[in-house]
DNA sequence: CTTTGTGAACTAGTTCACAGCC
DNA sequence: GGCTGTGAACTAGTTCACAAAG
Protein backbone atom coordinates (compact mmCIF):
# COMPACT_ATOMS: atom_id res chain seq x y z
CA UNK A 1 0.00 0.00 0.00
CA UNK A 2 1.79 2.84 -1.37
CA UNK A 3 -0.40 5.89 0.76
CA UNK A 4 1.17 3.75 3.91
CA UNK A 5 4.59 3.50 2.86
CA UNK A 6 5.67 6.60 4.56
CA UNK A 7 3.46 6.36 7.85
CA UNK A 8 4.92 5.26 11.39
CA UNK A 9 2.64 2.12 13.01
CA UNK A 10 -0.67 3.75 13.39
CA UNK A 11 -1.08 1.37 16.33
CA UNK A 12 1.06 3.78 18.40
CA UNK A 13 -1.35 6.98 17.85
CA UNK A 14 -1.70 8.90 21.40
CA UNK A 15 -5.48 8.41 21.96
CA UNK A 16 -6.36 12.11 22.17
CA UNK A 17 -4.90 12.67 18.58
CA UNK A 18 -7.29 9.44 16.98
CA UNK A 19 -9.94 10.79 18.41
CA UNK A 20 -9.74 13.50 16.47
CA UNK A 21 -8.83 11.87 12.84
CA UNK A 22 -12.57 12.06 12.41
CA UNK A 23 -13.09 15.59 12.32
CA UNK A 24 -10.06 16.04 10.11
CA UNK A 25 -11.46 13.71 7.24
CA UNK A 26 -14.37 15.59 7.54
CA UNK A 27 -13.37 19.03 7.33
CA UNK A 28 -10.64 17.25 4.42
CA UNK A 29 -13.96 16.06 2.48
CA UNK A 30 -15.36 19.80 2.83
CA UNK A 31 -12.18 20.85 1.44
CA UNK A 32 -12.56 18.42 -1.18
CA UNK A 33 -16.16 19.55 -2.21
CA UNK A 34 -14.89 23.13 -2.08
CA UNK A 35 -12.41 22.65 -4.50
CA UNK A 36 -9.19 23.07 -2.77
CA UNK A 37 -6.08 21.01 -4.43
CA UNK A 38 -4.16 21.85 -1.13
CA UNK A 39 -5.17 23.21 2.32
CA UNK A 40 -2.11 24.96 4.93
CA UNK A 41 -2.56 23.59 9.17
CA UNK A 42 -3.91 26.99 9.43
CA UNK A 43 -7.01 26.65 7.77
CA UNK A 44 -7.66 23.17 8.44
CA UNK A 45 -6.88 23.44 11.82
CA UNK A 46 -9.63 26.64 11.93
CA UNK A 47 -12.38 24.63 10.46
CA UNK A 48 -11.92 21.74 13.19
CA UNK A 49 -11.22 24.14 15.89
CA UNK A 50 -8.45 23.14 17.02
CA UNK A 51 -4.66 24.94 17.06
CA UNK A 52 -2.60 24.47 13.97
CA UNK A 53 0.17 23.07 16.37
CA UNK A 54 -1.86 20.27 17.51
CA UNK A 55 -3.06 19.39 14.11
CA UNK A 56 0.70 19.07 12.67
CA UNK A 57 1.67 17.09 15.71
CA UNK A 58 -1.10 15.18 15.15
CA UNK A 59 -0.37 14.39 11.73
CA UNK A 60 3.14 13.83 12.64
CA UNK A 61 2.71 10.76 14.18
CA UNK A 62 1.11 9.45 10.35
CA UNK A 63 4.32 10.49 9.22
CA UNK A 64 5.17 13.87 6.44
CA UNK A 65 2.61 14.53 4.14
CA UNK A 66 2.89 18.29 3.68
CA UNK A 67 4.50 20.41 1.65
CA UNK A 68 6.67 22.81 3.30
CA UNK A 69 5.70 26.65 2.35
CA UNK A 70 2.61 25.35 0.61
CA UNK A 71 0.65 22.87 2.75
CA UNK A 72 -1.11 19.24 2.32
CA UNK A 73 -2.77 17.97 -0.54
CA UNK A 74 -6.29 17.47 0.35
CA UNK A 75 -6.93 13.97 -1.40
CA UNK A 76 -3.36 12.37 -0.10
CA UNK A 77 -4.24 13.49 3.54
CA UNK A 78 -7.82 12.69 3.22
CA UNK A 79 -6.73 8.81 1.96
CA UNK A 80 -4.15 8.38 4.47
CA UNK A 81 -6.17 9.65 7.76
CA UNK A 82 -9.30 7.82 6.39
CA UNK A 83 -6.98 4.31 5.80
CA UNK A 84 -6.06 4.64 9.30
CA UNK A 85 -8.93 4.79 10.09
CA UNK A 86 -10.04 1.64 8.68
CA UNK A 87 -12.72 3.39 6.59
CA UNK A 88 -11.57 1.65 2.94
CA UNK A 89 -13.39 -1.12 4.64
CA UNK A 90 -17.13 -2.11 5.73
CA UNK A 91 -18.10 -2.00 9.33
CA UNK A 92 -21.30 -4.62 10.08
CA UNK A 93 -23.03 -3.19 13.09
CA UNK A 94 -25.83 -4.68 15.12
CA UNK A 95 -28.11 -1.76 16.72
CA UNK A 96 -29.97 -2.95 19.99
CA UNK A 97 -32.63 -0.88 21.13
CA UNK A 98 -35.18 0.23 18.46
CA UNK A 99 -36.84 2.80 20.95
CA UNK A 100 -36.80 6.83 19.93
CA UNK A 101 -33.24 7.12 20.37
CA UNK A 102 -32.07 3.72 18.39
CA UNK A 103 -34.71 4.16 15.20
CA UNK A 104 -33.08 7.74 15.20
CA UNK A 105 -29.63 5.79 14.70
CA UNK A 106 -31.07 3.44 12.34
CA UNK A 107 -32.16 6.45 10.42
CA UNK A 108 -28.84 8.49 10.67
CA UNK A 109 -26.98 9.00 7.54
CA UNK A 110 -23.60 9.76 9.28
CA UNK A 111 -23.18 6.28 9.31
CA UNK A 112 -23.36 4.85 5.98
CA UNK A 113 -20.96 7.71 4.86
CA UNK A 114 -17.79 6.62 6.75
CA UNK A 115 -18.36 3.20 6.15
CA UNK A 116 -20.90 1.40 9.08
CA UNK A 117 -23.57 -0.51 8.06
CA UNK A 118 -26.44 -1.45 10.10
CA UNK A 119 -27.48 -5.10 9.81
CA UNK A 120 -28.81 -6.10 12.34
CA UNK A 121 -31.68 -4.49 15.00
CA UNK A 122 -32.80 -5.98 18.16
CA UNK A 123 -35.55 -4.69 20.55
CA UNK A 124 -37.06 -6.11 23.89
CA UNK A 125 -40.52 -5.10 23.43
CA UNK A 126 -42.61 -7.33 21.62
CA UNK A 127 -44.81 -4.36 20.23
CA UNK A 128 -41.52 -3.61 18.27
CA UNK A 129 -40.24 -6.99 17.62
CA UNK A 130 -41.40 -8.23 14.14
CA UNK A 131 -42.22 -4.39 12.93
CA UNK A 132 -39.94 -3.35 9.60
CA UNK A 133 -37.29 -0.64 9.88
CA UNK A 134 -36.01 0.82 6.26
CA UNK A 135 -32.18 1.66 6.82
CA UNK A 136 -29.83 2.37 3.94
CA UNK A 137 -32.43 0.87 1.52
CA UNK A 138 -32.54 -2.33 3.30
CA UNK A 139 -35.74 -3.51 4.95
CA UNK A 140 -34.91 -5.27 8.56
CA UNK A 141 -37.09 -6.81 10.80
CA UNK A 142 -36.37 -6.05 14.80
CA UNK A 143 -35.58 -9.23 16.36
CA UNK A 144 -35.71 -9.91 20.02
CA UNK A 145 -32.51 -10.13 22.58
CA UNK A 146 -32.27 -13.64 22.62
CA UNK A 147 -31.18 -13.79 18.63
CA UNK A 148 -28.47 -11.22 19.74
CA UNK A 149 -25.52 -14.51 18.83
CA UNK A 150 -27.27 -15.47 16.19
CA UNK A 151 -27.99 -11.95 13.98
CA UNK A 152 -24.00 -11.47 15.08
CA UNK A 153 -22.88 -14.62 13.48
CA UNK A 154 -25.17 -14.44 10.21
CA UNK A 155 -24.22 -10.76 9.81
CA UNK A 156 -20.04 -11.04 10.91
CA UNK A 157 -20.51 -8.06 13.01
CA UNK A 158 -17.95 -6.94 15.06
CA UNK A 159 -19.05 -3.90 16.44
CA UNK A 160 -22.89 -3.29 18.60
CA UNK A 161 -24.36 0.17 19.29
CA UNK A 162 -26.57 -0.06 22.36
CA UNK A 163 -29.47 2.24 22.89
CA UNK A 164 -31.70 0.46 25.81
CA UNK A 165 -32.52 1.71 28.83
CA UNK A 166 -30.21 1.59 30.85
CA UNK A 167 -31.53 -1.57 33.35
CA UNK A 168 -31.18 -3.92 29.84
CA UNK A 169 -27.92 -2.55 28.38
CA UNK A 170 -25.35 -4.87 30.11
CA UNK A 171 -27.23 -7.67 29.41
CA UNK A 172 -27.34 -6.91 25.83
CA UNK A 173 -23.62 -5.81 26.21
CA UNK A 174 -22.83 -9.48 27.44
CA UNK A 175 -24.84 -11.10 24.44
CA UNK A 176 -22.96 -8.87 21.79
CA UNK A 177 -19.64 -10.33 23.69
CA UNK A 178 -20.62 -13.17 24.06
CA UNK A 179 -21.49 -13.54 20.51
CA UNK A 180 -17.92 -12.19 19.25
CA UNK A 181 -18.34 -8.56 19.01
CA UNK A 182 -15.47 -6.70 20.05
CA UNK A 183 -16.69 -2.85 19.98
CA UNK A 184 -19.22 -1.35 21.44
CA UNK A 185 -20.88 2.47 21.21
CA UNK A 186 -22.88 2.75 24.26
CA UNK A 187 -25.52 5.38 24.99
CA UNK A 188 -27.22 3.98 27.58
CA UNK A 189 -26.74 5.60 31.29
CA UNK A 190 -24.65 2.84 32.80
CA UNK A 191 -20.86 1.62 32.88
CA UNK A 192 -20.59 -1.42 30.76
CA UNK A 193 -18.49 -3.94 32.05
CA UNK A 194 -16.61 -6.11 29.51
CA UNK A 195 -13.22 -8.43 29.64
CA UNK A 196 -10.01 -6.99 28.55
CA UNK A 197 -9.56 -6.19 24.65
CA UNK A 198 -13.26 -5.25 23.81
CA UNK A 199 -13.78 -1.19 23.39
CA UNK A 200 -16.06 0.37 24.93
CA UNK A 201 -17.55 4.16 24.18
CA UNK A 202 -20.13 5.46 26.16
CA UNK A 203 -22.03 8.98 25.13
CA UNK A 204 -23.92 10.58 27.62
CA UNK A 205 -26.07 13.06 26.21
CA UNK A 206 -27.40 14.49 29.87
CA UNK A 207 -24.11 14.62 31.21
CA UNK A 208 -23.14 16.75 28.39
CA UNK A 209 -25.86 18.95 28.74
CA UNK A 210 -25.11 18.83 32.93
CA UNK A 211 -21.36 20.23 31.93
CA UNK A 212 -22.78 22.85 29.33
CA UNK A 213 -25.15 23.76 32.54
CA UNK A 214 -21.98 23.54 35.22
CA UNK A 215 -20.26 26.01 33.35
CA UNK A 216 -23.28 28.82 32.58
CA UNK A 217 -23.87 28.45 36.27
CA UNK A 218 -21.02 29.18 37.85
CA UNK A 219 -20.16 31.60 35.08
CA UNK A 220 -18.79 35.24 35.88
CA UNK A 221 -16.08 33.59 38.10
CA UNK A 222 -14.98 31.20 36.38
CA UNK A 223 -11.51 31.89 34.81
CA UNK A 224 -10.65 29.38 31.86
CA UNK A 225 -12.35 26.43 32.45
CA UNK A 226 -14.91 26.28 29.08
CA UNK A 227 -15.22 23.97 26.46
CA UNK A 228 -11.81 23.19 24.25
CA UNK A 229 -11.87 25.49 21.38
CA UNK A 230 -9.47 27.06 19.45
CA UNK A 231 -7.18 29.22 20.50
CA UNK B 1 -26.49 27.37 51.87
CA UNK B 2 -25.53 25.02 54.35
CA UNK B 3 -24.31 22.45 52.33
CA UNK B 4 -22.15 24.32 50.43
CA UNK B 5 -20.25 26.31 53.05
CA UNK B 6 -17.55 23.14 53.73
CA UNK B 7 -16.97 23.50 49.56
CA UNK B 8 -14.25 25.32 47.40
CA UNK B 9 -15.32 27.53 45.09
CA UNK B 10 -16.66 25.29 42.22
CA UNK B 11 -15.39 27.99 39.43
CA UNK B 12 -12.15 26.13 40.04
CA UNK B 13 -12.66 22.66 39.08
CA UNK B 14 -10.47 21.10 36.45
CA UNK B 15 -12.38 20.14 33.42
CA UNK B 16 -11.77 16.52 33.69
CA UNK B 17 -13.32 16.68 37.27
CA UNK B 18 -16.23 18.28 35.96
CA UNK B 19 -17.08 16.03 32.95
CA UNK B 20 -17.10 12.99 35.61
CA UNK B 21 -19.35 15.15 38.31
CA UNK B 22 -22.88 13.56 36.19
CA UNK B 23 -21.94 10.21 36.12
CA UNK B 24 -21.47 10.93 40.19
CA UNK B 25 -24.67 11.64 40.64
CA UNK B 26 -26.33 8.76 39.06
CA UNK B 27 -24.30 6.76 40.73
CA UNK B 28 -25.20 7.95 44.13
CA UNK B 29 -28.75 7.92 42.60
CA UNK B 30 -28.45 4.21 41.97
CA UNK B 31 -27.05 3.30 45.59
CA UNK B 32 -30.05 5.03 47.31
CA UNK B 33 -32.00 3.22 45.39
CA UNK B 34 -30.40 0.03 46.37
CA UNK B 35 -30.69 1.44 49.97
CA UNK B 36 -27.32 2.35 50.75
CA UNK B 37 -26.59 4.66 53.06
CA UNK B 38 -23.07 5.24 52.96
CA UNK B 39 -20.81 4.19 50.15
CA UNK B 40 -16.78 3.62 50.18
CA UNK B 41 -14.49 5.24 47.23
CA UNK B 42 -13.85 1.72 46.00
CA UNK B 43 -17.71 0.71 45.21
CA UNK B 44 -18.51 4.10 44.37
CA UNK B 45 -15.79 4.49 41.69
CA UNK B 46 -16.29 0.86 40.68
CA UNK B 47 -19.96 1.57 39.78
CA UNK B 48 -18.62 4.62 37.80
CA UNK B 49 -15.73 3.14 36.16
CA UNK B 50 -13.22 4.72 37.22
CA UNK B 51 -10.30 4.49 39.91
CA UNK B 52 -10.87 5.50 43.45
CA UNK B 53 -8.01 7.13 43.49
CA UNK B 54 -9.28 9.44 40.84
CA UNK B 55 -12.80 9.64 42.53
CA UNK B 56 -11.24 10.99 45.99
CA UNK B 57 -9.26 13.39 44.32
CA UNK B 58 -12.26 14.63 42.41
CA UNK B 59 -14.66 14.86 45.18
CA UNK B 60 -11.77 16.58 47.60
CA UNK B 61 -11.93 19.78 45.16
CA UNK B 62 -15.63 20.22 46.55
CA UNK B 63 -14.63 19.52 50.02
CA UNK B 64 -14.07 17.20 52.82
CA UNK B 65 -17.30 14.92 52.66
CA UNK B 66 -16.41 11.45 53.64
CA UNK B 67 -15.64 9.72 57.31
CA UNK B 68 -12.37 8.28 57.90
CA UNK B 69 -12.73 4.37 58.00
CA UNK B 70 -16.37 4.27 56.85
CA UNK B 71 -17.49 6.33 53.65
CA UNK B 72 -19.50 8.79 52.08
CA UNK B 73 -22.74 9.20 52.98
CA UNK B 74 -24.93 8.81 49.97
CA UNK B 75 -27.56 11.77 50.33
CA UNK B 76 -24.67 14.14 51.47
CA UNK B 77 -22.49 13.50 48.77
CA UNK B 78 -25.40 13.36 45.88
CA UNK B 79 -26.94 17.12 47.37
CA UNK B 80 -23.48 17.87 47.35
CA UNK B 81 -22.30 17.26 43.78
CA UNK B 82 -25.88 17.71 42.21
CA UNK B 83 -26.07 21.59 43.65
CA UNK B 84 -22.43 22.26 42.16
CA UNK B 85 -23.91 20.98 38.62
CA UNK B 86 -26.97 22.96 39.08
CA UNK B 87 -28.99 20.42 39.48
CA UNK B 88 -31.26 22.09 41.76
CA UNK B 89 -32.90 24.85 39.64
CA UNK B 90 -34.47 24.01 36.26
CA UNK B 91 -32.90 24.61 32.68
CA UNK B 92 -35.33 25.67 29.85
CA UNK B 93 -33.85 24.38 26.63
CA UNK B 94 -34.53 25.17 23.04
CA UNK B 95 -34.23 22.16 20.68
CA UNK B 96 -33.56 23.10 16.93
CA UNK B 97 -34.01 20.25 15.11
CA UNK B 98 -36.96 17.92 14.59
CA UNK B 99 -36.14 15.40 12.74
CA UNK B 100 -35.34 11.78 13.90
CA UNK B 101 -32.77 12.66 15.90
CA UNK B 102 -34.28 15.69 17.34
CA UNK B 103 -37.96 13.65 18.28
CA UNK B 104 -35.79 10.95 19.91
CA UNK B 105 -34.42 13.93 22.17
CA UNK B 106 -37.68 15.25 22.72
CA UNK B 107 -38.95 12.36 23.81
CA UNK B 108 -35.43 11.27 25.84
CA UNK B 109 -36.54 10.61 29.67
CA UNK B 110 -33.00 11.64 30.68
CA UNK B 111 -33.10 15.23 30.45
CA UNK B 112 -36.28 15.54 32.42
CA UNK B 113 -34.94 13.81 34.95
CA UNK B 114 -31.89 15.98 35.70
CA UNK B 115 -33.98 19.38 35.71
CA UNK B 116 -33.76 20.02 32.06
CA UNK B 117 -36.89 21.04 30.35
CA UNK B 118 -37.60 21.26 26.36
CA UNK B 119 -39.39 24.36 26.41
CA UNK B 120 -39.31 25.26 22.42
CA UNK B 121 -38.94 23.58 18.87
CA UNK B 122 -37.71 24.68 15.75
CA UNK B 123 -37.34 22.95 12.47
CA UNK B 124 -37.06 24.32 9.12
CA UNK B 125 -38.69 21.96 6.86
CA UNK B 126 -42.30 22.93 6.36
CA UNK B 127 -43.95 19.41 6.55
CA UNK B 128 -42.53 19.72 10.08
CA UNK B 129 -43.45 23.11 11.32
CA UNK B 130 -46.68 23.74 12.82
CA UNK B 131 -47.16 20.16 14.15
CA UNK B 132 -47.15 19.03 17.61
CA UNK B 133 -44.76 16.91 19.76
CA UNK B 134 -45.74 15.76 23.22
CA UNK B 135 -42.74 16.40 25.43
CA UNK B 136 -42.82 15.44 29.19
CA UNK B 137 -46.41 15.52 28.74
CA UNK B 138 -46.50 19.35 27.20
CA UNK B 139 -47.83 19.52 23.73
CA UNK B 140 -45.04 21.91 21.99
CA UNK B 141 -46.22 23.35 18.02
CA UNK B 142 -42.68 23.01 16.11
CA UNK B 143 -41.94 26.63 14.50
CA UNK B 144 -39.77 27.72 12.19
CA UNK B 145 -36.20 29.28 12.58
CA UNK B 146 -37.10 32.37 12.42
CA UNK B 147 -39.25 31.78 15.57
CA UNK B 148 -36.07 31.17 17.67
CA UNK B 149 -35.33 34.79 18.83
CA UNK B 150 -38.74 34.87 19.81
CA UNK B 151 -38.95 31.94 21.18
CA UNK B 152 -35.79 31.86 23.60
CA UNK B 153 -37.38 34.97 24.84
CA UNK B 154 -40.69 33.96 25.24
CA UNK B 155 -39.44 30.94 27.75
CA UNK B 156 -36.01 32.46 29.05
CA UNK B 157 -34.17 29.24 28.03
CA UNK B 158 -29.99 29.95 28.23
CA UNK B 159 -29.56 26.74 26.34
CA UNK B 160 -30.44 25.55 23.34
CA UNK B 161 -29.78 21.79 21.52
CA UNK B 162 -29.00 21.43 18.00
CA UNK B 163 -30.07 18.74 16.02
CA UNK B 164 -29.93 19.84 12.62
CA UNK B 165 -27.91 18.86 9.24
CA UNK B 166 -24.31 20.63 9.45
CA UNK B 167 -25.91 22.70 6.79
CA UNK B 168 -27.96 24.77 9.03
CA UNK B 169 -25.90 24.59 12.08
CA UNK B 170 -24.17 27.60 12.19
CA UNK B 171 -27.10 30.13 11.31
CA UNK B 172 -29.01 28.40 13.92
CA UNK B 173 -26.37 28.60 16.17
CA UNK B 174 -25.83 31.99 15.68
CA UNK B 175 -30.11 32.62 15.84
CA UNK B 176 -29.77 31.37 19.56
CA UNK B 177 -26.50 33.08 20.46
CA UNK B 178 -28.13 36.45 19.07
CA UNK B 179 -31.63 35.43 21.55
CA UNK B 180 -29.20 35.52 24.34
CA UNK B 181 -28.75 31.43 24.69
CA UNK B 182 -25.55 30.86 26.44
CA UNK B 183 -24.92 27.22 26.11
CA UNK B 184 -25.09 24.91 22.80
CA UNK B 185 -24.86 21.38 22.93
CA UNK B 186 -24.44 20.70 19.06
CA UNK B 187 -25.25 17.15 17.47
CA UNK B 188 -24.27 18.48 13.93
CA UNK B 189 -21.35 17.08 12.16
CA UNK B 190 -19.50 20.74 12.26
CA UNK B 191 -17.28 22.84 14.14
CA UNK B 192 -19.46 26.24 15.51
CA UNK B 193 -18.05 29.27 15.78
CA UNK B 194 -19.38 31.36 19.11
CA UNK B 195 -18.31 34.24 20.16
CA UNK B 196 -16.42 33.80 23.83
CA UNK B 197 -18.29 33.67 27.09
CA UNK B 198 -20.53 31.21 25.24
CA UNK B 199 -20.24 27.26 25.86
CA UNK B 200 -20.68 24.75 23.06
CA UNK B 201 -20.38 20.80 23.56
CA UNK B 202 -20.39 18.23 20.24
CA UNK B 203 -21.58 15.32 20.04
CA UNK B 204 -20.23 13.65 16.72
CA UNK B 205 -21.68 10.05 17.13
CA UNK B 206 -20.26 8.30 13.80
CA UNK B 207 -16.91 9.64 15.05
CA UNK B 208 -17.03 7.70 18.25
CA UNK B 209 -17.80 4.48 15.83
CA UNK B 210 -15.21 5.50 14.10
CA UNK B 211 -12.60 5.71 17.03
CA UNK B 212 -13.85 2.66 17.91
CA UNK B 213 -13.81 0.94 15.13
CA UNK B 214 -9.86 2.21 14.80
CA UNK B 215 -8.64 0.47 17.77
CA UNK B 216 -10.43 -2.75 16.36
CA UNK B 217 -8.59 -2.17 12.97
CA UNK B 218 -5.19 -1.97 14.58
CA UNK B 219 -5.76 -4.48 18.13
CA UNK B 220 -3.22 -7.03 17.95
CA UNK B 221 -0.45 -4.84 18.03
CA UNK B 222 -1.88 -1.63 19.88
CA UNK B 223 -0.25 -1.59 22.99
CA UNK B 224 -2.50 -0.12 25.71
CA UNK B 225 -4.38 2.57 23.17
CA UNK B 226 -8.07 0.99 24.11
CA UNK B 227 -10.80 3.42 25.75
CA UNK B 228 -10.85 4.54 29.12
CA UNK B 229 -12.32 1.96 31.80
CA UNK B 230 -11.01 1.39 35.69
CA UNK B 231 -7.89 -0.16 36.55
C1' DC C 1 -8.30 -2.57 61.52
C1' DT C 2 -10.65 0.44 57.36
C1' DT C 3 -10.99 4.32 54.53
C1' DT C 4 -10.36 9.25 53.49
C1' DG C 5 -7.61 13.16 51.89
C1' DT C 6 -3.56 14.77 49.72
C1' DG C 7 1.29 15.98 48.56
C1' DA C 8 4.61 14.04 45.44
C1' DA C 9 5.78 11.44 41.38
C1' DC C 10 4.55 10.32 37.11
C1' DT C 11 2.23 10.29 32.52
C1' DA C 12 -0.30 12.33 28.79
C1' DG C 13 -1.34 16.20 26.18
C1' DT C 14 -0.61 20.89 24.48
C1' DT C 15 1.84 24.86 23.09
C1' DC C 16 6.00 27.18 21.85
C1' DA C 17 9.44 28.42 18.83
C1' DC C 18 12.43 27.57 15.44
C1' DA C 19 15.26 24.79 12.07
C1' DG C 20 14.61 23.09 7.56
C1' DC C 21 12.55 23.14 3.22
C1' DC C 22 9.92 24.97 -0.62
C1' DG D 1 8.41 35.34 1.61
C1' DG D 2 5.37 31.01 3.66
C1' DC D 3 4.61 26.59 5.84
C1' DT D 4 5.81 22.08 7.72
C1' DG D 5 7.82 19.08 11.16
C1' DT D 6 9.54 18.53 15.71
C1' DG D 7 12.32 18.79 19.97
C1' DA D 8 11.82 21.31 24.22
C1' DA D 9 9.03 23.59 27.64
C1' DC D 10 4.99 23.66 29.76
C1' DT D 11 0.33 22.38 31.54
C1' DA D 12 -3.22 19.20 32.80
C1' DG D 13 -4.43 14.89 34.49
C1' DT D 14 -3.61 10.50 36.81
C1' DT D 15 -1.65 7.39 39.99
C1' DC D 16 0.96 6.37 44.00
C1' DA D 17 1.62 5.89 48.71
C1' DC D 18 1.03 7.24 53.14
C1' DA D 19 -0.21 10.18 57.13
C1' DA D 20 -4.38 11.25 59.61
C1' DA D 21 -8.79 9.99 61.38
C1' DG D 22 -12.58 7.10 62.88
Excluded at 32 to 59: E, I
Excluded at 148 to 168: L, W
Excluded at 173 to 193: E, K, M, P, T
Aim: aromatic share 4%.
Amino acid sequence: MLSLSRGRSPASLPAATVARLPAYVDALAECARGGHVTVSSVNLAASVGVTPAKLRKDLSFLGSFGTRGVGYRVDVLRTTIADVLGCHREWPVVLVGCGHLGTALAHFGGFGERGFRIVGLIDADSAIIGTTITVGGRHLQVRGPEHISQTVHQTGAEMGVIATPASAAQECCDRLVAAGVSGVLNFAAIDLQVPPHIGVRRIDIAAELQILAFHQWHRGSAPGAHAERSA
